[in-house]
């Protein structure tokens, strides 16, 4: 199963990306686990530093942005 | 150019509603409606056309050219970058961290913090439609200098130890790993993203500010500003100033209201450092940076500027009113 982890200090922007990555996977049935990072050390740890970011299996794979859902369904398939 | 604006304007104000020119409110509503169509029509345009050609300037990208340079190249950089990186305001903090602990210095990091808000390409394009060119490019400058200045106050009086401390103690990540962009279909795919997220972000802030515009065109006598916002009248600078400082609004969505005090014969100083206090700064970008500073380095960074936006204020009143 996969492991997304949202990163973001509780902004809108990273609550809607959560959300994507929940509503794209339920539509694809797959099952993934979702966890929000809001803790600012572990964010930047990943080396972030515009929110929202998805870390899929520890890899950071987007930063700054609410993704599309067609880029979400490349990672939720890939 | 945007006479086209203007004649729709005329159309839908005076034939479609029937309103009379020379009344408050036909003028009132052809301002609305010439801005409306203006500026909306500008900030698609710009934000469309940037983000075709700079598919990513990322927060991330700044803070390593800017890392290790000396000050006489890091300051007017972080300025420079500071106006054209898009960056929304939720992210302050984790740039704000980021640049620390790159070693870029705190002077310079609250130099690209400041110039940020202040100027951007779309309120620069936008401005300049409404009240000139010269304008918008001493808009430009006085920005870029208050920016550098503000940083290099801070600088100065070395308040390092108003940075709360767990942000020294924070260490950066690898970081994402960037994939280029190269089709076509992909760059317009992210420069129209950028306009759903910079205009869905923005508009509301323009809409009040040309609402507001337009009741000051219409309905505020040109005397009442004569008397109270004149060159003469010493406390028009810090009057505006402090009137901006609690406002928050985008740089753009201000640009209308400065189209009508323009209009109305306030002096070019005192509604541009109207403008700078409102973009620059405001309570919750102030709450944002609380995370990072302490309550005496706030006031101080908000001292700094609303001294440095009054200097501007006076200095253009007095060399071009």
Known sequence: MKHFKVLGSGCKKCATTADLIADQAKALGVEVEIEKVTDMGAIMGYGVMSTPGVVVDEKVIHAGSVPTATVVQGWISA | ?321
Request: aromatic share 12%; hydrophobic share 55%.
């Open chain 2, 1 to 321: 150019m945007f006479e086209i604006f203007t004649r729709l304007a005329d159309w839908a104000a005076y034939s479609l509603l029937g309103l009379a020119p020379d009344t408050p409110l036909g003028e009132s509503v052809h301002f609305f409606i010439e801005d409306i169509t203006k500026i909306f029509f500008l900030l698609v345009l710009i934000v469309f056309a940037i983000g075709m050609f700079r598919s990513m300037l990322t927060p991330e990208r700044v803070r390593k050219v800017v890392a290790g340079r000396s000050r006489a190249v890091s300051y007017p950089m972080a300025v420079g970058l500071g106006a054209v990186t898009p960056f929304c305001s939720c992210s302050s903090v984790p740039l704000f961290i980021g640049f620390l602990e790159a070693g870029i210095p705190l002077g310079v990091t609250m130099s690209f913090l400041i110039a940020s808000p202040m100027i951007n390409e779309v309120a620069v394009v936008v401005l300049a439609a409404a009240v000139g060119w010269k304008v918008a490019l001493l808009y430009v400058a006085a920005g870029l200098t208050v920016g550098i200045v503000g940083g290099l106050a801070i600088e100065f009086f070395k308040l390092e130890k108003w940075v709360e401390g767990y942000v020294w103690k924070i260490r950066m990540g690898e970081g994402v790993a960037e994939t280029p962009v190269t089709s076509m279909k992909q760059r317009i795919d992210y420069a129209w993203g950028q306009v759903k997220e910079i205009v869905g972000r923005i508009w509301i802030y323009v809409f009040v500010g040309i609402a507001i515009g337009a009741v000051l065109h219409g309905f505020i006598p040109q005397e009442f500003f004569v008397k109270y916002a004149s060159v003469d009248n010493l406390l028009a600078v810090p009057t505006a100033v402090l009137i901006g400082i609690p406002l928050y609004s985008n740089a753009t969505g201000v640009i209308p209201i400065v189209e009508a005090l323009m209009a109305k014969g306030v002096p070019i100083g005192t509604v541009l450092a109207l403008m700078m206090s409102v973009a620059a700064i405001s309570l919750p970008e102030m709450i944002i940076l609380r995370k990072v500073l302490k309550p005496p380095l706030i006031a101080t960074f908000t001292g700094i500027l609303f001294v440095a936006f009054i200097g501007v204020g006076y200095l253009f009143n007095a060399v071009l009113a």
